[in-house]
């Protein structure tokens, strides 16, 4: 019987497949041969995966190094080609009651850099931080990092490989040599061939499984879309939980124990050292501490082309990578009309040149339109203050995380199929320890009361019943949405792959499945002469405004 269990598992798969490819032509389909009918992938009880953490004896999270040797090295983009920031942890964190922080002055940021890997004749010098995780309740430990360093390399041609490696030469400390590529010249017939985007990442044994496949994939550049290590599922002593509400409802404030921090720098080094990875703020990085600070472990370990992209937070930014202008935006930080950041948002949109970067790809972390459970219409107030200056730009593509499964929709605007509408892709399936999210707000039973659904952090409620359509009256469907074109718990990453101006080919891949297989395949087929877009117009005021904004937001 469990032999004919695993055979009507692939046989479903199977079904699902070929549903998305043209059998007769052989051809993958198309946004154009949309809007689908809804698809949901049965659940398979047969594959949970291993979300389970990866312990502190584990040899790829322990500390290999010396002294003030580099570790957990990074590369991460600029705004342009022509910069990256390399970033890396020197010394060891302290835990506990008596911890004494490091002195970053004394240690230096240095990168020696060339496209000769046996003469590095260039040198960069950066800037080093430590941050601290601080309670003030008895018997609740303390955390303060190592010294974090970020050196940003600049004058780099396009699409070119560089040798580097870093430390303090004087003392001396420094990393072997590693590599990185640059990304294409920003233009209309240039991309990175894959781009690996993956959310709710964590640190368990099924997070293995998704980098080993996703490191299988060759990307050029990794996307992780929020929630890095989980490290709030865990009290200072080290005591975790797959639900931290449920296992410790009574602690005084919300712990974390940092060094799940280090542990997930220590496992990602191999691959993030030479594919440049680009962050952004979910839910689980908040981790509130004294004097209602936030963000304190996310803000320091990475580097953030926020300067160079205009912002004034590292909790949303933009970047080119060839021909694809990507927004990152922060879901957990004010994002109204009248807010930094819907200032900054405009203002990015405007200066986008579709005849430089045709693609436009915004993330962030909490999605707009998923139909499970979990989350459900939870950030439905940052899709009323923003969805339409998404739509009016015309953005192509949004990737969300947060919904710990998958989910692919038809092109849509305001709950309305529209072929001018942005296809939205769930990745929040990387595998963390909170494991998959199996419900769905359209089963029977399912659909959660609406005073429960907004995010408790930003506050707020916009999520009332729906006005029209088949839902209309409802605060659930009672089907598969139309607007949801393919639905399925399981974990694992996608590829994007942008051919020309007007094609770009996504696959998405579980963990289960053979490494050169593919989930859910379609080409999204942009339409500029069909569906245009705002006119790039920027407003003097606007400029004006917000240059006020900025420099009184760093006075």
Known sequence: MKYFGVVGSILIWFLVFVSFVEVNKGQILTTLDGPFKPVTVPLDQSFRGHAVDLPDTDSR???TVEGFEPEQISVS???????????????????????????????GSVVQYGKDKSYLRRKAIGQSVIYNQLYPFEGLQNYTSGIIHHVQLTGLKPDTLYYYRCGDPSIPAMSTIYHFKTMPISS????????????????????????????????????????????????????GSDCYSCSFPDTPIHETYQPRWDYWGRYMQPLVSKIPIMVLEGNHEIEEQAENQTFAAYRSRFAFPSKESGSSSQLYYSFNAGGIHFIMLGGYVAYNKSDDQYKWLEKDLANVDRTVTPWLVATWHPPWYSTYTAHYREAECMKVAMEELLYEYGVDLVFNGHVHAYE???????????????????????????????EHADEPGKCPEPSSTPDKFMGGFCAYNFTSGPAAGNFCWDQQPEYSAYRESSFGHGILEVKNET?????????????????????????????????????????????????????
């Open 408 to 438: 692919r929709s038809n092109r849509v605007y305001n709950y309305t199929l529209d072929p001018c509408g942005l296809v939205h892709i769930t990745v929040g399936d990387g595998g963390n320890r909170e494991k998959m999210a199996i």
């Open 188 to 239: 209309p017939k240039s991309y990175p061939k894959r781009i690996a985007i993956v959310g709710d990442l964590g640190l368990t044994y099924n997070t293995t499984s998704t980098i080993n496949h996703l490191t299988g994939n060759n990307p050029d550049l990794v996307l992780l879309v929020g929630d890095v290590t989980y490290a709030n599922l865990y009290l200072t002593n080290g005591t």
């Open 503 to 555: 094609h770009a080919l996504w696959t998405w891949h579980r963990n289960q499945d053979m490494y050169n297989k593919a989930g859910d395949i379609i080409y999204v087929v942009r339409q500029p002469e069909k569906c245009p877009i705002k006119p790039k117009v920027i407003k003097p005021w606007l400029i004006q405004n917000y240059k006020f904004d900025l420099i009184k937001k760093l006075i």
């Open 77 to 107: 983009l600029s705004a342009s080609y022509h910069s990256v920031w390399i970033s890396w942890i020197t010394g060891e964190y302290q835990i506990g009651d008596n911890i004494k922080p490091l002195d970053p002055s004394k240690v």
């Open 61 to 63: 999270v322990q500390r």
